[in-house]
C-alpha cells in the first residue's frame, strides 16, 4: 500500500502553497520596509503570519493523514502475511493428504503384491507337488527297473557281455 494517500498529498500540497504564499508577502514585506511604508509592512506582514499558520496547519494534516495511512498499511500487511501463512498452512495439509493417500495407494499395491506371490507361491508349490507326483512315477519306475537291473547284474557275465542270473552266491576266484 502506497504512503501517499489523498489526505498525505493534500496536506502536503496545501502546506506548500501556504509557504509560498507567506515567502511573497515576506517579499512584499521586505519591500515596504525599503520604502519606509509602514501600513504596507504590517498588512504583509499580517499576510505572511496566516500563511505560516495554514502551512503549519496544512503540515498538521498531512502528518496525521501519514500517520493513519501507516497504521492502514500495517493492517494490511499483518493481514497479507496472515494469509500468507494460512495459504502456506493449507498446503502444507494438503500435501501431507497428498502423502497419507500415496502411503495407503503404496500399502495397498504392495498387500496386492503380497497376496499375487503368495497366489503364485501356492500356485507354483501345486505345480512343484504335480511335477514332484509325476516325477516321483517315473523315478518309481526307473526304481523298479534299476532294481531289476541289480538282480540281474548280480549274476554271471558272459563273453558276449549278456549277464546269466548266478544260482549261487557271490564267489570271487583270484588267480596268482
Same mark, same amino acid.
Given at each position: 500500500?502506497?504512503?501517499?494517500?489523498?489526505?498525505?498529498?493534500?496536506?502536503?500540497?496545501?502546506?506548500?502553497?501556504?509557504?509560498?504564499? %507567506?515567502?511573497?508577502?515576506?517579499?512584499?514585506?521586505?519591500?515596504?520596509?525599503?520604502?519606509?511604508?509602514?501600513?504596507?509592512?504590517?498588512?504583509?506582514?499580517?499576510?505572511?503570519?496566516?500563511?505560516?499558520?495554514?502551512?503549519?496547519?496544512?503540515?498538521?494534516?498531512?502528518?496525521?493523514?501519514?500517520?493513519?495511512?501507516?497504521?492502514?498499511?500495517?493492517?494490511?500487511?499483518? %493481514?497479507?502475511?496472515?494469509?500468507?501463512?494460512?495459504?502456506?498452512?493449507?498446503?502444507?495439509?494438503?500435501?501431507?493428504?497428498?502423502?497419507?493417500?500415496?502411503?495407503?495407494?503404496? %500399502?495397498?499395491?504392495?498387500?496386492?503384491?503380497? %497376496?499375487?506371490?503368495?497366489?503364485?507361491?501356492?500356485?507354483?508349490?501345486?505345480?512343484?507337488?504335480?511335477?514332484?507326483?509325476?516325477?516321483?512315477?517315473?523315478?518309481?519306475?526307473?526304481?523298479?527297473?534299476?532294481?531289476?537291473?541289480?538282480?540281474?547284474?548280480?549274476?554271471?557275465?558272459?563273453?558276449?557281455?549278456?549277464?546269466?542270473?548266478?544260482?549261487?552266491?557271490?564267489?570271487?576266484?583270484?588267480?596268482?
Amino acid at each position: 500500500m502506497s504512503l501517499l494517500t489523498s489526505g498525505v498529498v493534500q496536506g502536503m500540497v496545501g502546506a506548500s502553497l501556504h509557504m509560498k504564499s %507567506a515567502n511573497v508577502a515576506m517579499g512584499i514585506y521586505h519591500q515596504a520596509k525599503a520604502d519606509g511604508d509602514k501600513s504596507t509592512m504590517a498588512s504583509a506582514a499580517g499576510y505572511a503570519q496566516d500563511s505560516l499558520n495554514s502551512a503549519a496547519e496544512s503540515n498538521k494534516q498531512a502528518q496525521e493523514a501519514l500517520r493513519e495511512a501507516q497504521k492502514e498499511a500495517r493492517k494490511q500487511a499483518k %493481514a497479507e502475511q496472515e494469509a500468507a501463512i494460512e495459504e502456506r498452512r493449507q498446503e502444507a495439509a494438503k500435501d501431507k493428504k497428498q502423502e497419507e493417500k500415496e502411503k495407503i495407494k503404496d %500399502a495397498q499395491q504392495n498387500a496386492q503384491k503380497s %497376496a499375487k506371490g503368495k497366489k503364485n507361491q501356492e500356485t507354483d508349490v501345486k505345480e512343484t507337488n504335480k511335477i514332484s507326483e509325476s516325477s516321483q512315477e517315473e523315478i518309481d519306475v526307473d526304481y523298479d527297473s534299476a532294481d531289476k537291473k541289480d538282480k540281474v547284474s548280480q549274476g554271471i557275465y558272459t563273453a558276449q557281455g549278456e549277464v546269466k542270473p548266478a544260482s549261487i552266491g557271490h564267489k570271487v576266484a583270484v588267480t596268482v
